[in-house]
C-alpha cells in the first residue's frame, strides 16, 4: 500500500487500485502495513473515469453515499465533508440544521449546506445526545484553533479523548495533554 494525500494505492493480488478516501480512513489504513484491509468501497463511474472510493466503516460509506443523493454533491465534496469531522458529528449538525458546520468545508457555501440540511435532515436518524455531543465537539474544536492548532490536529486529538470525559473543559484539557506529545 502506498498512501497520498486524499488517496492510497491499494494492492490487491498484485493490481493496485488508487482509492480515494476520507482522512480518518487513510490514517487508520496507514497503521496497518502490511497487513490485509478491508474497504467498503462505492465506484463512481464519469465520462472519463471510474474512481473507487473506500471507507473503514459501512456507516461511512452510507453516509457518503447519502452525500451523494443531494444534487450539486459530487464525490470529491463528499469526501471533503466527511474530512471535517466524524459521520454522527456531521449528522448531528444536519439534523440541528447547523450550517456553519458544513461550511467549514472549502467548496461548501452556506447555500449548498442549508440544501444539504434541507435534503438530508429527515433521512437522518440522530439521537438527541449525538446533537448535544456535537455542539460540545465543535466548541472544543474552536477552543483548540484558539491556541493555534490546525483543524485537522484538534480533530485527531478530540477522536483520541476517551469517551468518558464527558465535559467540554476536560475533553480540551485531554486534548491538550495529547497534542502536547
Keep these: 500500500m502506498h498512501k497520498e494525500s486524499g488517496f492510497a494505492i491499494i494492492d490487491v493480488h498484485g493490481v ?3 482509492v480515494f478516501s476520507s482522512a480518518e480512513t487513510l490514517s487508520r489504513v496507514a497503521t496497518k502495513k502490511n497487513v490485509s484491509v478491508t474497504l467498503w468501497t462505492h465506484l463512481a463511474v464519469r465520462d472519463d473515469a471510474l474512481d473507487l472510493y473506500g471507507f473503514c466503516e459501512k456507516e461511512e460509506l452510507e453516509f457518503f453515499e447519502l452525500l451523494l ?3 450539486g454533491i459530487g464525490p470529491k465534496s463528499a469526501i471533503t465533508i466527511l ?13 440541528s440544521g447547523d450550517a456553519t458546520h458544513l461550511t467549514k468545508t472549502t467548496g461548501i457555501g452556506t447555500k449548498k449546506a442549508e440544501k444539504i440540511i434541507l435534503e438530508l435532515r ?9 446533537i448535544g ?3 460540545e465537539i465543535a466548541d472544543a474544536i474552536d477552543a483548540l484553533l484558539g491556541f493555534g ?3 485537522r490536529e484538534a480533530q485527531d486529538a478530540l477522536r483520541k479523548v476517551p469517551r468518558l470525559i464527558t465535559s467540554t473543559e476536560a475533553k480540551i484539557k485531554e486534548a491538550l495533554k495529547l497534542l502536547g506529545r
Excluded at 429527515?122 to 449525538?130: E, I, N, Q, R, Y
Aim: charged share 30%; hydrophobic share 30%; glycine share 2%.
Design 83 to 95: 474530512n471535517v469531522a466524524s459521520v454522527r458529528s456531521i449528522k448531528s449538525a444536519i439534523v
Design 122 to 130: 429527515d433521512k437522518l436518524d440522530v439521537l438527541d445526545s449525538d
Design 16 to 18: 493496485g487500485y488508487k
Design 133 to 135: 455531543e456535537q455542539k
Design 69 to 71: 443523493s443531494v444534487s
Design 149 to 151: 492548532y490546525s483543524r
